[in-house]
Each structure stands twice: as structure tokens, then as C-alpha cells.
């Protein structure tokens, strides 16, 4: 939108992004959100952009001059530009630029609120909104949330660089789907969110409560058929006459670029300088045209680069020119998309050689615009098309003799082989269309919110809360399968953490009236709700379980069943074992190897824990380890289980699916239910009863037929079992930690109400 005057007017976007989702065919009606292009404080005049743009299904979010500022050109353009191109040194921090950027993405949200309904798709664009996605999720939990990242993602030894780190990840994250142009910047963003939110990624996606977050690369494309077919129009075409006589029979070597640091135009000038040094033959045969659209000049950074390249251009042309030939041709302008397509066509050479860029779609369409005629695309292997264009000549743009080399190179190519390459990479340009880049995102989008939704339906609801209490209050005997870590207590970073701390057990002791004679105390449990039998089945080694959870009068289940109390006695249902010198020494190698992960020797299993490391480190050691076991365990009969950040080897006769079954074997439960955290739970949900209540606490699994994404509700759940459920304006006066045991006891003592 542009003010002529006292008039207004609209004009259509003919960037690639815009072309390319305005001419998607998708069985949604679509809205786009987003600022008009204009700054206006009045009241009047909004109104009236905002109901001409509305009819289109555009809806404005207004910026004032200082939002435009601090936002735009400060966090988004200051901040997170210079930082996802790598060029550190040009990072700005203010705090205003932050808050103003966190305020603009509000003002989205709460625009895009008003504009959806729950179970809509919105696609969020960009840098410039990555808080977005959080900010929905929290406003509208059941939308659809795509996000495409346009730039490249930096790695995580440069992101961590930021402040606001955390936070922009935990917005990203918001997303249902999250893509980017090559694989290398989605594996920096899973790398950052791992580092810095201790966020876990199985693959491509990470488990977020009742929901996943995943990721791809996806790389955009152009509209290939109006490039391709722009040559036979008559404005082309004398565009084209227009430029041979300008050139004459010289050979043209082409740079088109925006002014911004991160394209690389001093080293491309340096590169050229060189050229024209080295091989003199070439001087008054090869002319550099020089395109630079205006971006930004009035900052400061951007004026410095843009007097530099006036003074190298100057310098070259100084040194070189002669009375009827001049080396750099510079246009500080931008041209008509006729004028472009033109210079594309008779460029014998393109040169595209930015120090970093998310894809740079200049490189494609010059590959497009070639019908039948020659031509070599030289290309920065730090632009994202380089992943797909590999039939260019691929250069690091921070070499200059790379850049001159490849000018000679591109120069002295056979025809037949400029004809060769660009039909193969036309092959590859022509497929990966903007539009088909659009519909492969929204497909995998789509992909992406079905699984969440399905996901969504195993959340544990208050109807089914209510399902499950009624069905306990009905029954005669149950049984309550119960794991620990992660469920009765937080996963902690070591595992001795999550033991009950002297508080707890000296108030559990006092509530239970443990300071009684041991019969006393146990005669009074006898005393209790004799439909209940609670089992702990956990992977935790006998005696931590003992020393933890003893004074209780449950069942305990240690080492996944390989041992288990009733009673108050032990039994074993396998033997203790002797550790193979072999399997030691390689879990030794690999706890050198690993800073900070550790082993835990249990009687019947050895557990390898790496949830204190370093998460790419650990996966990738865990991986390593079991490479390296599975031959040496399969001799020995032993069983490998990946745990959550774990790794545990064991006979692979006992579970926590055969503890389920030998308490079965007695029989008579007319209510099951069983919790676990864990994927070694899965083994205990399989081996229930159809009619058993399986819930999985924190991730989904297929084996459990209800789902409770916070470890935090598992005990408020247990009690509401046996007792009213609190008052939700009700203050609550205990502490978290302190229940885990109490609970336990409640459903022990407590008679059916």
C-alpha cells in the first residue's frame, strides 16, 4: 500500500512467497495477516485501509515509525539477521528492539485471534514473527500452526549468542510443523533446542506434552513456467536486443543482488579484480553487469558497504577501462521484471556468491530463464540452492582465487557441457516449483497436525477421569500398577536425585504413625482398604527401592521385575548376575568417551545413563554403544533397552510386561489401572487387560489408551481417586514433592466412598 497524495493505493504483491501461496489451490479459504506497507496514526484512515483490505481477506496489523524502528529494523533486521548470516560483529542488543519485537508478535496474535476458530490452519512466515507460534498456542491451544524459516538457522554455538535464545525457541516450538530450506539449518534449530531447552528430538520430532513438534527441510522453489516462458514476450525480447548492443559481442558476466552484507559483493569485486589481473587476455572481452537493488542505505552498516563498493567498483574501473570498454557495468537501481529476464538471457555467466544465504532464488531463475541458449551459473556453496543446483560451479565465496578460477572456468566451458548442466538442473528448478514447495509444506503440515489431533484424543479428560473413578468405586479388587521415576517423581538429572528427601519420609512416617512397634504399624495397615493392591513397578535396583519405599506395605517390582516383594519379602526370578568382562570394559570406554554420563550396576542389569550430557553427544554414544554390545549381548543372551536418555542391558526373561503377568496369574481384578513415563513401560501396558486404564505420563504411546502430558498431575489423579476432588479456587498448601509416598498410603487406607 502507498499514499499518493490524499489518496490510497493497493498494490498486490509480486514477490515469489506471495505468488506462489496466492496461487495455491487448497480447499481453504485464505486470509492473510500482516502490515500494509504504510504508517498512519489515524483513526479514521486505518478504519478505511482495514475495511478495503478485509474485503480481500487482508487484515492489517498497523506499525508505527517507532515499531518500524525498533522491530523491524532493529530486532529483526539488526538482531537476528546479521546473527543467522553469521556476521556476528553486526549484532545489535537493545532492549527496546526486544520488547518492541515482542509486542509487534503479540499484536499478530491477538490479530489472528480474532480472524480464527479453533482447528484453523495458520502459516506462520518467517524471522520477523518467530514468538508467534508460542503466543498462539497459548491463546488458541487447538490451532494448526505451520511455520517456514526463510533464512538460514544459525548453528548453536552462534545462537546461544542471544539473549532471548530460550524464548525464541520455545515460540518456534509452538508450531506443529516447523521447515527450512536445507537439512543443515534444520539440524542447527533441533541441536539449539536441544542444548538450550533440553528439548528431545527422536529424529525429525520432539515430544511436547500432549503433542510433537516437527521439523523438515523443504527447499522453496520459484515460479519456473513465468521465467521459463518470459523470453518469447515482446518486451523481453527487446530487452534483449536492447543489452546485445550495449554489450556487443563481449561476454557477460551478471550479479544481481539486494545491498546487504551477507551477498558477498566486495569479495565478488575482489574476486573479478583478480580475474582481470591475471589473465589480461580477457580485459575489453568480459564486462561484469552489476545489479544492486537499494536496501537499507540510511543504516549505518549498509552505507558503509555501500561506499565501499562504489570506491572497489571505482578502483576497477579506474585501473582497467578504456575508451570503449568498461569492466564494471553498476546499476544501483532496481529493474523491471522484463529488463531482468533479459539480462538473464544473454548473461553468458551468472555470479552468485553470497557469504550466506537461506536459498537465494536469483541462482534458480537464471536457470529458468535459459531456453536453448548457453550459459554457467556460478554458485556459493553457502547459498541453500546449492544443495540442489550441485551442477554449478560451487565456490567459496571467502576465496577470491576460487571466484577468479571459476570466472576463467565458466568462461572457457564447451558449449555442449553449458547445455548439459543447466538441463539438469532445469530438471530439478522445473519440479521444485513454489508451488510445489507450498504443497509439500502444507502436506506435511497437515501430516503433522492429524498425528497431534489423534494424540490429542488420548489426553486423560475429565470425563475420563470421571469414567475411571466411577469404575474404582464399583470394583472389588484392584490393582494399581505404578511406575516411579517420571511418574511418581520427576525425572531427575541424576538418578539419586529422585529420591524422597528426609523431610518427606519424617513426615510420612508421622502421618502413618511409624513411630509404633513395626507389627503395630503393620497390623494397622491390614486395617486399610483391602480391595487395593498397590504395585511400584520400577526399572530402580532393589535396594534403592527398599531403601525408599520399604516402610510402604506394596508391592515392589525392582529391575523390571526381575526381582519383586510381598509381603514384605523378596524373591528373585533371576539370578544375580556376573557382568561379562568384555560388555564391562566397552561401557567403560564409552563412560571415558561420554563426559558425564554414568553406570549404574543393578544385580540383574546394567543401566547406562547420558541424560546429563551433551544431548547430540549422547544420542550419538548410545547408538555408538549399541553398535558395539549387540554382538557380545546376543552371545551372552542378554537383552538391550533403550530407555529415556538410558540405555540398559538385561535377560530378556523378565519385564515390566512379565511382572503384569505374574500378578494376573492370580486373578480376580475387576480394575486395572497402570501409569508409567517411560518407553520400558510399554511392556506393562501390553501385557493389561483390554479393559485395564493404561496411562502414559508425558509422551503419547500407542500401547496406553490415555495420555497425561505433566508428571505434575499424576498424584493430584491418584488422590481424586479415593477423595473429593479439591475446590479449584481452592489455595493448595502442599508441597509437590511431599505426596508421592502419601498418596501411596491413600489409596491403601482409604475406604470406598
Known amino acids: 500500500m502507498t499514499r499518493e497524495g490524499d489518496r490510497l493505493s493497493f498494490t498486490r504483491s509480486e514477490g515469489g512467497l506471495a505468488t506462489g501461496l496466492g496461487s495455491l489451490q487448497i480447499p481453504y479459504e485464505k486470509h492473510w495477516i500482516g502490515w500494509p506497507g504504510i504508517c498512519t496514526d489515524d483513526p479514521q484512515e486505518r478504519k478505511t485501509i482495514g475495511s478495503e483490505l478485509r474485503r480481500m481477506h487482508f487484515h492489517p496489523v498497523f506499525l508505527s515509525e517507532a515499531e518500524i524502528e525498533n522491530y523491524y529494523e532493529g530486532y529483526s533486521n539488526s538482531t537476528i539477521w546479521p546473527l543467522c ?37 495458520v502459516w506462520v512466515q518467517d524471522y520477523h514473527l518467530m514468538l508467534l507460534p508460542g503466543m498462539l498456542r497459548e ?23 542471544l539473549p532471548e535464545r530460550a524464548r525464541l525457541l520455545r515460540g518456534l516450538l509452538g508450531a506443529d510443523f516447523i521447515a527450512f530450506h536445507t537439512p543443515d539449518y534444520m539440524r542447527h534449530f533441533v541441536s539449539a533446542a536441544q542444548h538450550i531447552l533440553n528439548v528431545e528430538f527422536r529424529l525429525d520430532e520432539a515430544q511436547l506434552g500432549s503433542r510433537t513438534a516437527r521439523v523438515d527441510a523443504l527447499p522453496m522453489g520459484i515460479n519456473y513456467d513465468l521465467y521459463h516462458k518470459a523470453a518469447s514476450k515482446i518486451q523481453v525480447r527487446d530487452a534483449v536486443e536492447k543489452y546485445r548492443r550495449l554489450f556487443g559481442d563481449r561476454k ?15 569479495h565478488r569485486l575482489h574476486g573479478f579484480a583478480s580475474f582481470l589481473e591475471r589473465h589480461p587476455e580477457y580485459r575489453g572481452k568480459a ?32 585501473k582497467y577501462s578504456t575508451m570503449d570498454w568498461t569492466p564494471v557495468c553498476y546499476f544501483y537501481h532496481g529493474f523491471s521484471f522484463e529488463e531482468l529476464v533479459a539480462m538473464y538471457y544473454v548473461a553468458d555467466v551468472a555470479l552468485v556468491t553470497p557469504l550466506r544465504d537461506g536459498m537465494n532464488l536469483v541462482a534458480k531463475e537464471y536457470i529458468a530463464v535459459k531456453d536453448g541458449n548457453p550459459g554457467v551459473l556460478i554458485l556459493s556453496e553457502m547459498a541453500g540452492a546449492a544443495v540442489e543446483l550441485s551442477d554449478a560451479l560451487l565456490i567459496n565465496p571467502n576465496d577470491m582465487d576460487q571466484i577468479e578460477q571459476a570466472i576463467v572456468k565458466a568462461l572457457e566451458m564447451p558449449e555442449q557441457e553449458q547445455l548439459r548442466r543447466l538441463k539438469k538442473m532445469q530438471r530439478i528448478v522445473s519440479a521444485q516449483t513454489v508451488n510445489r514447495w507450498a504443497e509439500s509444506f502444507i502436506n506435511e503440515w497437515s501430516s503433522a497436525c492429524r498425528k497431534n489431533w489423534a494424540m490429542n484424543r488420548k ?32 525425572i531427575r538429572a541424576r538418578p539419586e536425585e529422585a529420591s524422597p528427601t528426609p523431610e518427606l519420609l519424617e ?51 525392582a529391575e523390571h521385575g526381575a526381582r519383586y516383594r510381598e509381603n514384605g519379602v523378596w524373591h528373585t526370578r533371576v539370578a544375580r548376575q556376573q557382568w561379562n568382562t568384555g560388555i564391562m570394559a566397552i561401557l567403560n570406554l564409552y563412560l571415558e ?23 547430540w553427544l549422547g544420542e550419538l554414544r548410545a547408538q555408538q554403544l549399541t553398535r558395539a554390545l549387540v554382538s557380545v549381548c546376543l552371545r551372552h543372551k542378554l537383552q538391550i533397552i533403550q530407555g529415556s536418555k538410558v540405555l540398559e542391558i538385561k535377560p530378556p526373561e523378565y519385564s515390566k510386561g512379565s511382572e503384569v503377568r505374574r500378578l494376573l496369574e ?64 481452592e489455595p493448595s498448601r502442599k508441597r509437590p514433592g511431599r505426596t508421592a509416598i502419601r498418596f501411596v498410603k491413600r489409596l491403601l487406607q482409604t475406604k470406598n466412598r
Open 85 to 121: 548470516h553469521y556476521f556476528y560483529a553486526y549484532t545489535l542488543y537493545k532492549s527496546r528492539f526486544w520488547e518492541a519485537y515482542r509486542e509487534v508478535n503479540r499484536r499478530f496474535c491477538e490479530e489472528i485471534c480474532r480472524v480464527v476458530e479453533p482447528g484453523d490452519r
Open 507 to 557: 513426615q510420612t512416617r508421622h502421618e502413618l504413625g511409624l513411630d509404633q512397634p513395626f507389627l503395630v504399624q503393620y497390623g494397622s495397615w491390614l486395617k486399610g482398604d483391602p480391595r487395593n493392591r498397590i504395585v511400584i513397578n520400577s526399572g530402580r535396583d532393589k535396594a534403592t527401592l527398599e531403601r525408599w519405599l520399604g516402610e510402604l506395605p506394596v508391592t515392589l517390582a
Open 593 to 615: 568417551k561420554t563426559p558425564r554420563s554414568r553406570l549404574e550396576v543393578k544385580d540383574t542389569a546394567l543401566a547406562w545413563h547420558y541424560r546429563e550430557c551433551d544431548p
Open 666 to 729: 492370580k486373578g480376580g481384578y475387576d480394575f486395572i489401572l497402570a501409569m508409567g513415563d517411560d518407553t520400558t513401560d510399554d511392556d506393562m501396558f501390553e501385557a493389561l487387560p483390554r479393559d485395564s486404564f493404561a496411562v502414559k505420563v508425558g509422551s503419547v504411546s500407542e500401547k496406553a489408551l490415555y495420555n497425561m502430558p505433566q508428571q505434575e498431575r499424576v498424584l493430584p489423579f491418584l488422590r481424586s481417586l479415593t477423595e473429593k476432588v479439591p475446590d479449584a479456587s
Open 459 to 490: 489426553r486423560l479428560s475429565p470425563e475420563s477421569e470421571t469414567t475411571i473413578r466411577r469404575h474404582y468405586a464399583r470394583a472389588r479388587k484392584r490393582l494399581i500398577l505404578l511406575d516411579y521415576d517420571g511418574t511418581l517423581a520427576p
Open 139 to 161: 491463546a488458541m491451544p487447538d490451532l494448526c500452526i505451520g511455520y517456514f524459516h526463510h533464512i538460514p538457522f544459525p548453528s548453536y554455538e552462534l545462537f546461544r549468542i
Open 252 to 266: 557477460l558476466i551478471l550479479s544481481v543482488d539486494r545491498l546487504d552484507y551477507s551477498k558477498g559483493i566486495l
Open 287 to 318: 564486462t561484469l553487469s552489476m545489479v544492486i537493488v537499494p536496501s537499507r542505505d540510511h543504516v549505518g552498516s549498509y552505507a558503509e558497504l555501500k561506499t565501499r563498493i562504489d570506491e572497489e567498483i571505482g578502483s576497477i574501473n579506474g
